[in-house]
């Protein structure tokens, strides 16, 4: 797409259940997908899972995480936040100049052995944020994908759930907007600055505990908005 999705999408800890699920979505929309992972033949393996689902037409393929930086400047990360801070440290020399990052990281306190429906106090003020003072110089990030049931993704109906998208670079934004598009049933819509990424990743652990509360893979939909504000398609 114009906006971002005819280069290669690589999604940077790709082999869990939320990089799996975009993965699938935009392979299905007939995206050429990068998974990565800090292990080659993990990342392989999940391609090869993602081929078996929806054919050998699927353009995916599984690298090493820096090799999907190097090969593509659209990076999607979907790391549990205690690792995030570490492997953008590792990956700082790999990413491209001018790449946008599009960062999924909640600070769930399930990672340090708290609850899943809490979420940590970052620094920062939010993941997105802490992502942003990582990456290298000239790469922008966006924020958005926190509050898609990674079950849902990895299922064959259209979502029923808009993708908030926070960020202080409209070309980052734009890219997160068309890729949201490209999910069935998804509306995308501008969520203003990175900062308001501190409200959206909280989202997701009231998501997470409404979820345990009802059994169910909870979404969110706004609603009130002009028409304009939703996205469901790519812009040219
Ligand atoms: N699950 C959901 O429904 C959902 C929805 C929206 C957002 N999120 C957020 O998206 C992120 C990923 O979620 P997930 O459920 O897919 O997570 P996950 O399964 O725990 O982790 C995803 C992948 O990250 C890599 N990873 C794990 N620990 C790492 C570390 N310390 N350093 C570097 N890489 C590491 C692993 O890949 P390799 O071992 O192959 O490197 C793993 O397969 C989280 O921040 C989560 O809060 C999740």
């Excluded at 990076?75 to 990413?95: M, R, S």
């Excluded at 990674?150 to 109906?157: H, Q, R």
């Excluded at 998804?186 to 990175?194: P, Q, S, Y």
């Excluded at 009802?214 to 812009?235: C, D, N, Q, S």
Aim: charged share 20%.
């Amino acid at each position: 797409m114009s906006d971002g999705a005819s280069r290669a999408i690589a999604i940077l800890g790709g082999t869990g259940p939320a990089g799996m699920g975009l993965a699938l979505r935009w392979a299905r929309a007939g995206e050429t997908v990068l998974i990565g992972s800090r292990d080659q033949q993990r990342a392989k393996d999940a391609a090869e899972k993602i081929r078996e689902k929806i054919g050998s037409r699927a353009s995916v393929s599984g690298v090493e995480n820096s090799a999907a930086c190097a090969a593509s400047d659209i990076l999607v990360l979907t790391v549990p936040f205690e690792g995030q801070a570490t492997l953008l440290k590792q990956l700082k020399p790999a990413i491209r100049t001018g790449s946008i990052l599009i960062d999924a990281t909640v600070a769930l306190a399930a990672g340090v052995g708290g609850r899943a429906s809490r979420t940590l106090g970052v620094w920062q003020g939010s993941a997105a944020q802490q992502a942003a003072e990582l990456v290298p110089k000239g790469v922008s990030v966006a924020s958005a994908f926190h509050n898609l049931s990674a079950e849902l993704l990895n299922g064959d109906e259209a979502l029923d759930c808009d993708v908030i998208v926070c960020s202080d670079d409209a070309s980052a934004a734009q890219v997160a907007f068309a890729l949201a598009a490209k999910i069935p049933g998804v509306r995308a819509i501008d969520g203003g600055k990175l900062e308001n990424s501190r409200t959206l990743e909280q989202i997701t652990a009231l998501l997470i505990g409404l979820n345990i509360r009802h059994k169910g893979h909870a979404g969110i939909r706004i609603t009130g908005l002009p028409p304009a504000a939703y996205r469901t398609a790519v812009k040219p």
